[in-house]
Nanobody
């Protein structure tokens, strides 16, 4: 099993940038598709984007396309989320997650980190 720990959250002004990291412990990280999700207060958790096990492909929800970039370094067991041009509506707890199979569109992500808070002030 893989354990996931997010870091890099914080408070930033509108238009600013943050880079979230997700450290994975366990030898199966490189076999997992990895994703980022977020949950704002009073809302359901939503899919942000994901990346294939080898980094060859990514997909994003429309709300973040062109602003967020997901990358991974399998040699370091690390996943990243670069967030640019942040908006107040991006404020949420951000989670990284792992998926073994059938992972398109945020489905079947069953390995979760504890989350990191991102707050974007107006």
């Amino acid at each position: 099993q893989v354990q996931l720990v997010e870091s890099g959250g914080g408070m930033v002004q509108t238009g600013g940038s943050l880079r979230l990291s997700c450290a994975a412990a366990g030898r199966t990280f490189e076999s997992l598709a990895m994703g980022w999700f977020r949950q704002a207060p009073g809302k359901e958790r939503e899919f942000v984007g994901d990346i294939a096990w080898n980094g060859a492909s990514t997909e994003y929800t429309d709300a973040v396309k062109g602003r967020f970039t997901i990358s991974r370094d399998n040699a370091k067991n690390m996943l990243y989320l670069q967030m640019n041009s942040l908006k107040p509506e991006d404020s949420a707890v951000y989670y990284c997650a792992g998926c073994i199979a059938y992972c398109a569109n945020g489905k079947n992500f069953k390995i979760w980190g504890q989350g990191t808070q991102v707050t974007v002030s107006a």
